[in-house]
């Protein structure tokens, strides 16, 4: 395949490429390699030595959306990769290299708290663009959303069926989407679709699931990271810093309830979704992350009335998820 992808990027922009290297699997169908290209005869023909193929079956990923939230971010003059070449016809995109560092990188050394700033002002940004064109996170998705977990978690993965209780607590979490400030949203705002260049730049790839959603959702990616847990001084300190940022009223007691019941949607969706990955794609590259997510679900719960009594059953499916993923892992 690397060959191929060196082929079709020599044919679209001419030169020959030096080198392919894959890049870190993710939870899609999608592959990406960082290529670097000889040097051009005629330095005004190409400003870049490096560039970013994304490899998108069109028959399982959304590529027209991809190809459209490009063009609507990129007019807001927010950090998304240039559209150099493409392919529709196969799933070849040629993208400007945004970066090598993940903004997860950054975390614990002395670039934190910049990048993290970065964030939040382009988190901002995205949340004042005002468009007809992208669809309303619907109840319905939340419903299927908070399913995955239930089907590929529980059932599959586990072989055990849903708490009686969290029907309620699932309720509650919906109810909380919905009734919050709405506008668009990237959906997967974390630490790995955050990238730092070597001049300390903030770029946001893997936008083409935007929906016009919660206001608070893409905070919740990047605060209630499933790759990374900030300790509780460092999130209240973010989540102050958006709020005095935010074209939206609220409180800091509001803000904090929202943000952290909305993280809980998404922890249970991701909980799904990286059993899943293992069940149905053979991509154990996410097992881990499941039974750290489950332990800071815990802690959450435990803050709400509507969902304190799942701590007992979250303890539970932390460890069992703990042993299920070294028996994988054999």
Not at 127 to 132: C, H, P
Not at 183 to 194: M, S, V
Not at 272 to 292: E, N, Q, V
């Amino acid at each position: 395949m690397e060959h191929d992808l060196a082929n079709w990027v020599a044919v679209n922009v001419g030169g020959s490429v030096e080198r392919v290297a894959p890049l870190r699997v993710e939870a899609s169908q999608r592959r990406f390699f960082r290529v670097w290209m000889a040097a051009a005869d005629n330095p005004s023909e190409r400003s870049w030595s490096s560039a970013v193929v994304m490899a998108s079956p069109p028959k399982l990923e959304r590529n027209d959306a991809f190809v459209a939230m490009q063009r609507l971010l990129s007019g807001w003059r927010l950090p998304v990769p240039e559209i150099i070449a493409m392919d529709r016809a196969s799933g070849y995109f040629l993208l400007s290299d945004l970066g090598e560092r993940h903004l997860e990188e950054a975390y614990g050394g002395p670039d934190e708290r910049r990048a993290l700033e970065l964030a939040i002002v382009s988190l901002v940004r995205i949340q004042e663009i005002e468009t007809q064109a992208v669809p309303p996170y619907e109840e319905s998705r939340l419903r299927d959303e908070l399913g995955i977990f239930s089907e590929w978690f529980l059932g599959r993965w586990l072989g055990e069926h849903l708490n009686p209780g969290a029907g309620s607590a699932f309720e509650a979490l919906i109810d909380n989407a919905l009734s919050q400030p709405q506008c668009l949203i990237h959906r997967d705002y974390h630490c790995r679709n955050l990238l730092l260049d070597r001049e300390g730049r903030l770029g946001i790839v893997d936008f083409q699931d935007a929906l016009i959603g919660p206001a608070t959702y893409d905070l919740a990616c990047l605060l209630w990271d499933c790759y990374h847990a900030f300790d509780q001084i460092s999130l209240r300190r973010w989540q102050e810093r958006y709020r005095v940022q935010s074209r939206f009223d609220f409180t800091a007691d509001a803000l904090s309830r929202a943000l952290d019941l909305t993280g809980l949607q998404r922890q249970f969706k991701a909980v799904g979704i990286f059993a899943r990955l293992w069940l149905r794609d053979g991509k154990a590259s996410h097992l881990g992350y499941i039974a750290p997510v489950l332990a800071a679900m815990r802690r959450i719960v435990g803050e709400y009335a509507e969902t304190r009594h799942l701590s007992a059953w979250l303890r539970r499916l932390e460890g069992r998820a703990a042993l299920a993923f070294k028996t994988a892992a054999q």
